[in-house]
């Protein structure tokens, strides 16, 4: 994006959810839509991260990894942990995977969503 074309807005979250125990559909791109999540240690990550959820309130479903953005099925007990908070959970593990292999990716895990 450049200062000339400004970014589109994103579709917010709603105020009031009115059922207990919502199941989320989240979609999460990566900054500028890079293609850096197609790799198999981005989504053996994924996969720990995941299988550990049920410790911290947090069960994902089924799920799709692509190149550049990810989409989840996720569930999430909220006594325990909010969306948000899932969600900062899963970009710092993946960030950490990025940082683990110190090779190019590592820049870009600064900002990867």
């Keep these: 994006m450049t200062a000339e074309t400004p970014r589109a807005q994103r579709l917010g979250r709603l105020e009031q959810v009115f059922i207990d125990s919502p199941i989320y559909f989240?979609?999460?791109?990566?900054?500028?839509?890079?293609?850096?999540?197609?790799?198999?240690?981005?989504?053996?990550?994924?996969?720990?991260?995941a299988t550990n959820g049920p410790k911290y309130g947090a069960w994902v479903g089924k799920y799709v990894l692509m190149p550049d953005h990810v989409h989840a099925f996720v569930a999430l007990d909220d006594e325990r942990t909010t969306l948000a908070t899932w969600m900062k959970s899963l970009k710092n593990t993946l960030s950490k995977t990025f940082r683990a292999r110190q090779d190019f990716i590592a820049a870009l895990a600064e900002n990867i969503f």
């Design 26 to 49: 989240v979609t999460a791109c990566t900054s500028n839509r890079r293609k850096i999540l197609a790799r198999t240690s981005v989504h053996q990550a994924f996969i720990e991260f």
